[in-house]
T-cell receptor, first 116, second 114 residues
Framework: SAVISQKPSRDICQRGTSLTIQCQVDSQVTMMFWYRQQPGQSLTLIAT?????????ESGFVIDKFPISRPNLTFSTLTVSNMSPEDSSIYLC?????????????FGNGTRLTVT | QKEVEQNSGPLSVPEGAIASLNCTYS??????FFWYRQYSGKSPELIMFIYSNGDKEDGRFTAQLNKASQYVSLLIRDSQPSDSATYLC??????????????FGKGTMLLVSP
């Protein structure tokens, strides 16, 4: 399966600031998925990032708060903007194992964000 | 609203026993089902996936799917303390809009005691 690298692995940020999380994959993939896992909760999909088009956001998530870039088939960034303590979560980048819709997802190591 | 339900646990079993983890889902259109293991502070890792009704075995793990009853389960035979983790169930809906996404349950914590 693809090797997915996320940076930073963790960060502590002040409220009102922004953090950009990078995700690098060692192979070309059509879709990259950004998930959030709040403390004690399961994974919630934020958005799907396709190369060459705008990201598709799930209900409850908006582009102004979570802008996403997808400049090529191996890289994506997620920015958490104007952070508040409620944004403290683990943010996970994921890709499919194979290019079909039933294929399992694999996850990067995640970015653990704490907002003070 | 697509939902995936799991008992949060913890499910406690002694070493060597069979651990049975269950998951129900609300959307009859769900087509594929996944089990992930997540150790504390780590990201989820795929254990198994199943697409068809019945059982699928991989080593000590068996996934069971019953689409009529809308449940999927994971059996872990000869449980080991290293199996202690949170197990996440995820389902994938047949896409109508061109792409599909995974919906995750909240996970069941498994504790295997030596």
């Amino acid at each position: 399966s693809a090797v997915i690298s996320q940076k930073p692995s963790r960060d502590i940020c002040q409220r009102g600031t922004s953090l950009t999380i990078q995700c690098q994959v060692d192979s070309q993939v059509t879709m990259m998925f950004w998930y959030r896992q709040q403390p004690g909760q399961s994974l919630t999909l934020i958005a799907t990032a396709n190369q060459g088009s705008e990201a598709t956001y799930e209900s409850g998530f908006v582009i102004d708060k979570f802008p996403i870039s997808r400049p090529n088939l191996t890289f994506s960034t997620l920015t958490v903007s104007n952070m508040s303590p409620e944004d403290s979560s683990i943010y996970l980048c994921s890709v499919r194992e194979a290019p079909y819709f039933n294929s399992p997802l694999h996850f990067g190591n995640g970015t653990r964000l704490t907002v003070t | 609203q697509k939902e995936v339900e799991q008992n949060s646990g913890p499910l406690s079993v002694p070493e060597g026993a069979i651990a049975s983890l269950n998951c129900t889902y609300s959307d009859r259109g769900s087509q594929s089902f996944f089990w992930y293991r997540q150790y504390s502070g780590k990201s989820p890792e795929l254990i198994m996936f199943i697409y068809s009704n019945g059982d699928k075995e991989d080593g000590r793990f068996t996934a069971q799917l019953n689409k009529a009853s809308q449940y999927v389960s994971l059996l872990i035979r000869d449980s080991q303390p290293s199996d202690s983790a949170t197990y996440l169930c995820a389902v994938n809906l047949m896409p109508f809009s061109g792409y599909s996404t995974l919906t995750f349950g909240k996970g069941t914590m498994l504790l295997v005691s030596p």
